[in-house]
């Protein structure tokens, strides 16, 4: 993996080799001094270790670890050794979660925002032990997708997902099942589909069949047959186009406009034992979405994201997308300048926001992740670390127009006219026709 390379001291060496040459704290420090006299050592002694392991998926929201590696973020805030290592899969994600790196696993990982929560509660964990986690930022809102086969193009499927449901029944009558995609059972990908569907009166659990497949197969599948919808983040619904295999029925934000998706989440063990690690890597991330999210950025952002060491795609799968032009494959519809292009700092797009985490654990009750009276408020207290975010936040001189004064965002209403309140999740769950609790 490329490592960013690192200004030379006056003396003509190099931070690396002045670590190698002494072999002390003393030499770190020194170096930097030299290199970033007002970086992350500002506010006294550094972080107690130079070195984490971050997970990723070959997604464009984990554009802020790539960009955070690349551009030489985590070295600036002292942490030039994290690695950020590619995962197959969200399934190998949370193994290695729970494995830690002392295990050859990982500390911490761009993580869709509901697994946190399901790994610390030990509802997705071998023998069901929990591994406690927490969000210690967002890493975007919007921009996933919910693409359909191009068997289906005749429909021009949109939001409304109620005209697959005679096709669909059709395909149950004549023996075969609908296949409908997502990434992990409880997670985002899996969330939206759900809703989508169930808004149009279909059961994901009783009319389609559910099935899960890494983002990176997404396509390769589909163009096999074996899936007839799915739902992930990018490049994979552009790709999907561009090789002609289906089209995209609706962009995420179309369902909720500026939702949450993913997230950096790390093992509560190792935020504790080392604090101050924790915050330089939050504020290098941070400082990438600020870098990402600009305009001009973006088309070095789809080069660094379609590098093969992150997505190893075209950048033509990447670019158009990340900057707002929005390509259906329906003939026709394009959107330019697609309010629901992917933010990463925007819009408060990087605090977690408790009351979004809440909606997330009270949909994953009603789809039965959960059991009914899962008390959602005490975990959320505990996994989300907005205080974290907020210090972080102040130490890197974010101004206080960007920073929340408050740990809900309030009453989110989506596309179907459907009231979240975070005060009275239950009235939610109620109002909901199709679920698995009895509220």
């Not at 009319?207 to 490049?235: L, S, W």
């Not at 379609?306 to 494959?329: E, H, I, L, T």
């Not at 999740?425 to 698995?436: D, G, H, T, V």
């Amino acid at each position: 993996m490329t490592k960013p390379t690192h200004p030379t001291s006056r003396r003509g060496f190099s931070r690396r080799q002045l670590l190698k040459a002494t072999g002390g704290t003393a030499a770190l420090l020194a170096a930097a001094k030299l290199n970033f006299p007002a970086g992350a050592f500002a506010q006294g002694a550094g972080p107690e270790v130079t070195k984490a392991t971050l997970g990723f998926i070959a997604l464009s929201d984990a554009g802020p670890l790539f960009v955070a590696k690349d551009k030489g973020f985590f070295a600036k805030h002292g942490m030039p050794d994290v690695e950020v290592a590619k995962q197959a899969s969200w399934g190998t994600t949370r193994d290695n979660l729970v494995l830690g790196s002392e295990g050859n696993g990982i500390d911490g990982a761009h993580i869709l925002t509901p697994m946190p929560y399901l790994i610390s509660a030990g509802k997705v964990t071998q023998n069901n032990v929990p591994t406690p986690m927490y969000i210690l930022a967002r890493l975007n809102l919007d921009a996933q997708c919910i693409s359909i086969a191009k068997e289906y193009a005749n429909l021009k499927i949109g939001t409304d997902s109620s005209p697959l449901k005679a096709v669909f029944e059709q395909k149950k009558a004549a023996g075969k099942s609908a296949k409908i995609a997502m990434t992990f059972p409880g997670g985002t990908h899996d969330l939206w589909i759900r809703y989508w569907l169930a808004a149009g009166g279909i059961d994901p659990d009783k009319d389609v069949e559910t099935i899960v497949v890494p983002p990176p197969q997404m396509v390769a599948n589909m163009k096999v047959g074996t899936m007839d919808a799915f739902c992930v983040g990018e490049p994979w619904n552009l790709q999907l186009i561009n090789q002609g295999i289906g089209y995209t029925a609706v962009n995420t934000g179309e369902l909720w406009n500026k939702h949450p998706e993913k997230s950096l989440g790390m093992r509560a063990a190792w935020v504790d034992k080392y604090p101050k690690a924790a915050k330089a890597i939050l504020m290098a991330v941070m400082e990438a979405q600020q870098w990402a999210d600009k305009a001009e950025n973006k088309k070095e952002l789809a080069t660094i994201m379609g590098k093969r060491q992150w997505m190893n795609c075209p950048v033509d799968d990447v670019y158009d997308r990340s900057a707002g032009k929005f390509d259906y494959g329906i003939p026709g519809k394009v959107v330019e300048n697609s309010p629901h292009i992917m933010k990463y700092w925007r819009d408060f797009a990087s605090y977690p926001f408790q009351s979004h985490d809440l909606w997330f654990m009270t949909e994953d009750i009603r789809w039965g992740k959960y059991e009914a009276g899962f008390d959602s408020k005490a975990l959320v207290a505990k996994v989300n670390r907005e205080d974290l975010w907020k210090e972080a936040a102040k130490t890197l001189g974010v101004p206080a127009a960007e920073i929340p004064t408050s740990t809900s965002r309030g009453k989110e209403t989506f596309f179907d006219g459907k009231v979240f309140d975070p005060e009275n999740p239950a009235a939610y769950l109620k109002s909901l026709s199709i679920k698995r609790v009895e509220v």
